[in-house]
């Protein structure tokens, strides 16, 4: 790995007798950087030795005559046991040493920005494949987990992915938890709560700790948030916890992350790194790189014992629908006579469709549940708790025409739940009982609502 | 308006020689209850005297015998120069009190919560067609404004209005703006920050206050935020500022409102009094009911001599359209076939729509460009910009299949602009280029992106 930097800079390092991973220090133009030696990056200056400093940022110092790099004895802070490959990928990964008194982690990397890179040629952004590479640059995993190996099922964007990459990463997860404490999974952001929804429905008996993390820029970029989500990530991994979470950035700054639940947690920037939110209720717990956890909210202690297994017969005929003055129900017309089995409608308010407007919904709600079709209503202002008994309007939506309160589910989490639902209970009164039940920490149980 | 009190609690508010408004004292088993006197609820207790207390809320108290009513003098707060009908309804309104050396302010009610009340018998809540019935309820609005004028073009809940209603409330500000201050409208809150962003666009050269205003709970309510929201919508409507805003609760207690823009506000809660909040920026001021203001944003100042007009044109075959994993563009298709002239894409973090998965939106986007219909793509995370030059994706969507950036808009207000660029500028380049440009306070102007 070290081969790829310039000549002068690899004589530089080969004179200090540096390995990838060690503590080195850079002298240049009398100013001192001190850092681990990390890999050259696959892009960019080949002179410039990039190593990552204890603010958790990789830099790139440009070697220049008169440069001087040294090896910082004693202080290395990876404690190295014994070294392995990978079960992926052909060259064995040198740079994550592999610790077997630390708990078993496997890592399932799906794609998106925490693997992806910047094309300067494009300017553009897009995913790699080798997963390994986002390792190489975290070494201090290894001084908190054993990732036991890095599986790839597939490496997608996350704005492509759909049910069935949600099928395929449960069962990579519900492998991996036979043989390893806790499963990490890297993911695309735009998407992430989605699939930590459906992961949410999809993995049955889960004892264990299921952490998804993201990134909202490539690991390539200065002010990347991968590595602390990854690290605080590996750091969930390891508690006594089980559920699906995600791991996020908690603030704007590389303080702590938040941990949330897979069914209540939300997207809520394009571009910050504390863009994922839990709605409705506080995260689950906050947690530091360092290894300091603040529980803020109940948790459903870990449980190894428990054989976990992956359920993930979902129906994908499914749509969430969203209504608006002048929204139009021939959507819904069109997709029930598409053969569309369910529909979940992000309505207004308390759980309001346009009623008595020129273009009502309601004889297209009437029709689909006249066909069986259930017609789940949550709120498009993601926080607080549909209630079917407020208003006049609300009384023909859900006691005229059939439909079904979504509680406060998130619209996401409902619609992913309604695939999962009607691909397990048949009959109509069945789909909407669960829809209203709270199953796995989607719906908070009825209390006083505060005003 | 107090012969409807039962007679034994008329008599003794007779005794008092109380009248409506007058600040009374009830003393009942050796407690004390101040207020002013009410008329009474035309539901429930007729015995119940209803005061309004100096914590806003109204409270019925019983009347008993032994029960002591009185008369509080020199205490009342309602400065009484003369009184006047109302334009609008057949009974001169006593209640409010008119005063000309006030600045003269229009309401214009449209339904919605804020002039509800709770049917006991169906336990349901509907809009009333009598909004003067609310203005009783505030008689310190007369301290602060002169209501010259009560209009109701219609009484709907805000779910079932469109584009036509938004055309005719923003005729109706605009006559009452000619010989007003100012204007408050109230409206349903399900949709009132559809309806402030279309009296944003709608509104032309506009140098005086709109303020709409709405109520999370109805005004028969204990809890209700409609009277100290209609107090502080007074207040702005003083205040030396032009534009569209909302004014609703700033937090979960009654202490102050905040003044919102009209274009970038979304409804957040379900039933929470605070559900109005301002994305991605500082809401512009924050409004005490006695009349203090902090700023907290920039703002235009108020010009007098402008002569609003109602520019309505409104293309309303446009559709705001969400994609998730799975979401099926045949919906898009269906409205491109019955003839749509726009859509709104609600896509994904940074602005995506599924690409490269099976149901892929890009196909369709294509079609929708080569018929010069134009697809403007905002972001569902509802905070931060889209950003059409990181991913490799979105150079697909955005440079290949034609969609432009919305920038930072919100969905709802991108939605709403679209339709009024679309009737306003007729060339898909010209309709491309204003809906990326910042017309009335939707777009912020381009800054360091905080990460």
Redesign the interface.
Known sequence: MLENYSKEALAAIKKAKAQVGDRIKIVKKGQAYEGLLMPRAEIGDASAIVIKMDNGYNVGIKYEKGTRVEKVAGKTPIPVKEEAAFEVGKEPIKMIRFDSAKPKVALISTGGTITSKV?YK?????TIEKPEELLMNVPELANIVNVSAIVTPFA???????????AVIAEAVSKELVKNDAVIVTH????LH??AAALSFMLKDLGKPVILVGA??SPDRG?SDAFMNLICAARAALLDLSGVYICMHGT?NDDYCILTKGTRTR???????D?FQHLSEDPVAKVWPDGKVEYLAEHTPRNNSMKTSADTKFE?K???L???????P??MD??IG?GYKGFVI??????????????SWIPTIKKAFKKNIPVVVV?????????P???????ILFYEAGATSGE?MLP?TA?VKL?WVLAHAKKLDEVKKWMSTNLVGEITERSE???
């Open positions: 094309n494009t300017g553009g952004v897009s997608k964007m996350s704005e492509d992915m759909d049910s069935k990459d949600w695309g952001t735009d998407t989605y699939t909202q820029r002010s704007t997207k809520l920037h394009t571009s910050r790194r863009a994908s499914i749509a969430l969203k209504v608006y003055p002048g929204s139009d021939a959507v069109l997709l598409k992000e309505g207004t308010g308390l759980g309001h469709v346009p009623t008595k407007a020129k273009l709120s498009q202002t993601l926080n607080g708790r549909v209630n008994n407020v208003y006049s309007n609300q009384r406060d996401e619609y695939g609502v505060k005003v």
